[in-house]
């Protein structure tokens, strides 16, 4: 028997309160299948709706592919003091910046990273890996096969697109973030050409599996390549 309206309402609300991730229409349409893809859609947009006009603290958004409850943006400044307060581990202006290259770049190396920031990158890099803000995208079929990095699931939900290609114009990332990003790493990153990577020239992992080894062995070289650095830095010291 299918559910009345107001039923289903109150069960996606519940099903949405619950996630830790946005949820995708799919996957609630066949959680409803006997209230049909259109119902859901229109319970949906009747949340949507009552919290819009309710102007409460929360709404209902589209994002990373899904539906998800979320904070208003006017409150963004009230929840950055809380959450400093909290003691949250905020990514470093570094972090962004190199964040933003990825982003706009993808899929990019670590050494192209590196040579458009004008510093070695590679920890910075190692970070957002651990933070799952970026993901190993495969090797580049290039001598020594380096490893290719793009944006994740996490980075949309993190700054709130519903896709990668919601991202603003690249001098408008400082607005997206929060953070002013400098204009010399804006133009050096409008400078560098555009990504012609073509599926051929990637080798992508088979299997989750492998996935993790490569993101692994990325972590292990980009730390190897960090150490190299420091014992150049030790070697060009000494001689000076």
Do not use: C
Not at 23 to 32: G, T
Not at 48 to 56: F, M, T, Y
Not at 71 to 91: M, Q
Not at 195 to 217: F, G, H, K, R
């Amino acid at each position: 028997m299918a559910m009345e309206p107001t039923e289903l309402r109150a069960a996606l609300e519940a099903i949405l309160f619950v996630s830790n991730e946005p949820v995708k229409l799919d996957e609630l349409a066949e959680a409803f299948a006997d209230e049909g893809r259109e119902a859901v859609v229109e319970q949906l947009e009747e949340i949507k709706r009552a919290l819009d006009a309710s102007q409460g603290g929360f709404m209902l958004e589209q994002t990373a592919g899904g539906w998800r409850f979320a904070t208003r943006a006017e409150h963004d400044p009230i929840l950055k003091k809380y959450f400093a307060k909290k003691g949250e581990n905020r990514l470093s202006i570094a972090a962004l910046e190199t964040l933003a290259i990825v982003a706009y770049r993808q899929p990019i190396t670590a050494p192209e990273v590196s040579e458009i920031r004008g510093v070695n990158s590679n920890q910075t890099i190692r970070t957002l890996l651990e933070r799952r803000m970026i993901r190993v995208a495969g090797r580049k079929n290039v001598v020594g096969s380096p490893f290719l990095y793009k944006t994740t699931k996490d980075f949309l939900l993190h700054f709130g697109l519903n896709d990668i290609r919601d991202l603003p114009r690249l001098e408008e990332f400082g607005d997206l973030i929060g953070e002013n990003i400098n204009e010399e790493l804006v133009a050096a990153i409008e400078s560098a050409p555009e990504p012609t990577i073509t599926p051929a020239e990637i080798t992508e992992a088979s299997s989750d599996e492998e996935a993790a080894a490569n993101e692994a062995a990325a972590l292990d070289d980009l730390a190897a390549g960090e150490s190299n650095d420091a014992l150049q830095s030790d070697a060009d010291t000494r001689r000076e």
